[in-house]
């Protein structure tokens, strides 16, 4: 079992940047990954992580502007997300996964959910 606690969410003006973490309790995760949902759209994956830090994926509409990382001293995971737009808007969540191969942005590999936080992009 893994619990996850979000945190880091906010208003933010385009152009800007903001931290998400991600705390993480209970068992050691193999995977982990950030996911979004923005009012009335389908969740989408943002990025992805192996625990040791030597795999990482990302959406293509993220590459280059947000970063995923991961503090396993902290049993923390982030994501750096700089040059904000209005379109990243939505609710931000966390996940984890203890499947032996790379989940990437693979949803239904992730049982294991945090309860969000939201990131809001506006002038």
């Known amino acids: 079992e893994v619990q996850l606690v979000e945190s880091g969410g906010g208003l933010v003006q385009p152009g800007g940047s903001l931290r998400l973490s991600c705390a993480v309790s209970g068992d050691t995760p193999s995977n982990m990954a950030w996911f979004r949902q923005a009012p009335g759209k389908e969740r989408e994956g943002v990025a992805a992580?192996?625990?040791?830090?030597?795999?990482?994926t990302y959406a293509t509409s993220v590459k280059g502007r947000f970063t995923i990382s991961q503090d396993n001293a902290k049993n923390t995971l982030y994501l750096q997300m700089n040059s904000l737009k209005p379109g990243d808007t939505a609710m931000y969540y966390c996940?984890?996964?203890?499947?032996?191969?790379?989940?990437?942005?693979?949803?239904?590999?992730?049982?294991?959910w945090g309860q969000g936080t939201q990131v809001t992009v506006s002038s």
């Open positions: 996940a984890a996964t203890n499947e032996t191969w790379f989940t990437a942005l693979y949803q239904a590999a992730y049982p294991y």
């Open positions: 992580i192996t625990i040791d830090g030597n795999t990482k």
